[in-house]
C-alpha cells in the first residue's frame, strides 16, 4: 500500500477530502522542485483554505439568490458614461455596510441597477457578510402570506436577519394591500442596524405616491435615504442594445426584375 493510501482514511476522518484530488500532483511537484516540508506543508493547507472560502462563499450566494454572474468583473463599466466607476468601487470595499448605511440606485429599464445591486451583494458575501436578494414584489407578497399560516414573524425575520439585503424593482409592480405597512416595518426593523441596497426604475420623487398614506410614505422614505448613498443612472438600455446587435434590422429584399 503506498503512503498516498495510506493518507486517505486519516484525511476523509479529518474532513480534508478536498486536498486528496490534488494530493499526488502537489507531491510530484514538491519533489520536482525540492520543496521543503515546511514549503509542501504550507502549500497544502493554504489551498484546503481557499478551497473551503470558495465553498462557503459559493453557499452564501446560493442561500442568499444571488446571481453569481452578475459581478463587477463582468459589469460594462464603459457602456453608460452616467456610471460613477470609482463610486462603485468604494462601495464594493463595504464600508457603508459597516456603517450601516443604505445604497439607491434608480434609473430607467436596462440601465444595469440589478446588476450593480447583485454585484454589490457578490462582494459583500466575498467579505463574509449574510446576503439576501429579492424583489420588493416577492418579498411583500412573501411576507403577507405568513398572515394566513401564522408564520408572520418567522417570514419577516427572514428579509431583517442578513447584514445586507437586496430590494430589487422597488416601484415597477403596485404595492399590495398590506405592502406599505409591511415595507415600513422591514426599514424601520433594518434602520441603522443593517444596510439594503434597493434598486428602482422610478425617481426618488415619485416613490411617496407609491404608499397611498402620505404619514406612511413620509416615515418609511425618510428612514431608508437617510445618510444613503443614492445612484441615478440615465443613459442606454443594455437590453435593447443587446436586442438591436442579435437582432439588427433587416433590409428589404430587392424587387424582382
Known amino acids: 500500500m503506498s503512503a498516498l493510501q495510506q493518507l486517505t482514511p486519516a484525511l476523509k476522518e479529518l474532513r480534508l477530502s478536498g486536498m486528496l484530488s490534488g494530493l499526488e500532483a502537489r507531491i510530484e511537484q514538491a519533489s520536482g522542485e525540492q520543496w521543503g516540508y515546511e514549503e509542501f506543508l504550507s502549500r497544502l493547507l493554504q489551498e484546503e483554505v481557499e478551497r473551503r472560502h470558495q465553498k462557503q462563499l459559493d453557499l452564501t450566494l446560493r442561500r442568499g439568490n444571488v446571481t453569481s454572474t452578475k459581478t ?36 430607467q429599464t436596462g440601465v444595469g441597477k440589478s446588476h450593480l445591486a447583485h454585484a454589490l451583494a457578490h462582494e459583500a458575501a466575498r ?7 429579492t424583489s420588493a414584489h416577492q418579498m411583500l407578497v412573501h411576507i403577507n402570506a405568513g398572515r394566513a399560516d ?11 436577519r442578513p ?9 415597477l409592480k403596485p404595492l399590495p394591500a398590506s405592502g406599505p405597512v409591511d415595507f415600513y416595518d422591514v426599514i424601520n426593523e433594518r434602520y441603522e442596524q443593517r444596510s439594503i441596497v ?8 415619485e416613490l411617496p ?13 425618510d428612514r431608508l435615504a437617510h445618510n444613503a448613498v443614492v445612484l441615478t443612472i440615465t443613459g442606454r438600455s443594455f437590453r435593447l442594445n443587446g436586442r ?7 433590409v428589404p429584399p430587392s424587387p424582382a426584375p
Do not use: W
Open 72 to 107: 463587477l468583473e463582468t459589469f460594462d463599466f464603459g457602456f453608460n458614461p452616467s456610471i460613477n466607476r470609482r463610486q462603485i468601487l468604494d462601495l464594493a470595499v463595504g464600508a457603508y455596510l459597516r456603517q450601516h448605511r443604505n445604497v439607491l440606485i434608480c434609473g
Open 127 to 133: 467579505q463574509g457578510a449574510s446576503v439576501l436578494c
Open 150 to 160: 401564522g408564520t408572520y414573524a418567522k417570514r419577516m425575520a427572514t428579509y431583517l
Open 163 to 171: 447584514q445586507l439585503l437586496v430590494i430589487d424593482d422597488f416601484g
Open 198 to 205: 434597493l434598486t428602482s426604475n422610478r425617481a426618488p420623487t
Open 209 to 221: 405616491a407609491l404608499f397611498g398614506d402620505p404619514l406612511l410614505a413620509n416615515a418609511t422614505l
Open 244 to 250: 438591436a446587435n442579435q437582432n439588427p434590422k433587416e
